[in-house]
């Protein structure tokens, strides 16, 4: 498996040979370090705790984390498993690594929505908006009566919605550029511009 | 994001602008064979920024309006030439659709 922590700079279009065009989500992947590897032994299972970008005034308990290792503190810090073998503490990781790689998962926070309607989270259709209609956007009935006499757990309601963990699966990588660090990848990801997200492959 | 947008403009375009006359030689697969196809006309407006941008070109043809829209950096146009520049004082110029 090979991970990355990236950013999400935005999308934009690309061509084809043939003239078709492909939607593209630019990551900017600044090469990541290999803070700490973790080890059966000491810590019970194998890991890899990567991290990226520059943590301007770290407190005591978070520099500790970077202590063993001599790196600077880094930004955001993230673990992963089943990282190749070869990449040891210290070592930067570049998006060289995605090279030859096809497709790759994408993990990141969805934009937040808030506290939001039905309609809006769960897609419900809601109510005629004219016609003398006074049902427009609201829940309506949300259970029956006398059996079961309580409303089933799980039931669809308004409330807070996005700001949550989401992983695409199978973006196609269509194009790298070592020089500048970018992933292009087709499709949209979570999250919004300039949010950090998680490249992986298998 | 408009810095990498400049970046995937490997294509280099004449300079036109709306009003110009244009001629446009574009290539298309159909099936097996490679063909190509020529349009020309008057540019009525460009749109987009990056390797999102498009304008419109318009002909008349026996009587009946053409508008055909081209991405501007895509790899279909295999040549672009301006036959006339125009002067005009719009940036679109939609009001030669109502012309007759």
Redesign the interface.
């Known amino acids: 498996m090979i991970g990355l922590i990236g950013k999400k700079?935005?999308m934009?279009?690309?061509?084809?040979?043939?003239?078709e065009?492909i939607p593209v989500t630019?990551v900017y992947a600044e090469p990541n370090i290999v803070i700490q590897k973790k080890n059966k032994e000491n810590d019970g299972y194998e890991a890899c705790v990567m991290g990226v970008g520059e943590k301007k005034r770290p407190n005591k308990v978070y520099s500790g984390i970077f202590k063993a290792s001599g790196v600077k503190p880094t930004k955001i810090v993230q673990e992963f498993r089943e990282l190749p073998q070869e990449w040891e503490k210290g070592n930067q990781i570049t998006v060289k690594v995605f090279e030859k790689i096809t497709n790759v998962d994408v993990t990141g926070y969805s934009k937040g929505r808030g506290f939001a309607g039905g309609m809006k989270r769960y897609g419900w259709k809601g109510g005629p908006a004219a016609h003398g209609s006074k049902f427009h956007r609201r829940p309506g009935s949300i259970g029956t009566s006398k059996i079961p006499g309580h409303i089933l757990k799980g039931r669809n309601l308004p409330g807070r919605m996005g700001n949550c963990k989401i992983t695409i699966r199978n973006l196609k990588v269509v194009k790298i550029?070592e020089t500048?660090n970018?992933l292009f990848l087709r499709g949209a990801i979570p999250g919004a511009?300039n949010s950090w997200v998680v490249v992986k492959c298998k | 994001?408009g810095i990498?947008?400049n970046?995937?403009q490997e294509k280099k375009m004449p300079d036109f602008k709306p009003g110009d006359r244009v001629r446009i030689l574009t290539k298309?697969?159909e099936g097996e064979e490679i063909r190509k196809h020529r349009f020309e006309g008057i540019v009525i407006g460009r749109r987009g920024q990056?390797?999102?941008e498009t304008f419109t070109v318009r002909k008349v043809t026996a009587g009946c309006g053409v508008e055909h829209i081209f991405?501007t950096?895509?790899?279909?146009i295999e040549k672009m030439e301006v036959l006339k520049k125009g002067k005009v004082k719009r940036a679109k110029l939609y009001y030669l659709r109502k012309q007759k």
Not at chain 1, 12 to 19: A, K, L, N, P, V
Not at chain 2, 73 to 76: E, I, K, N, Q, R
């Open positions: 700079i935005g934009t279009r690309i061509f084809d040979e043939s003239g065009t630019v550029d500048k970018l511009t | 994001m990498i947008d970046s995937l298309f697969k990056g390797t999102g991405p950096l895509s790899p279909t």
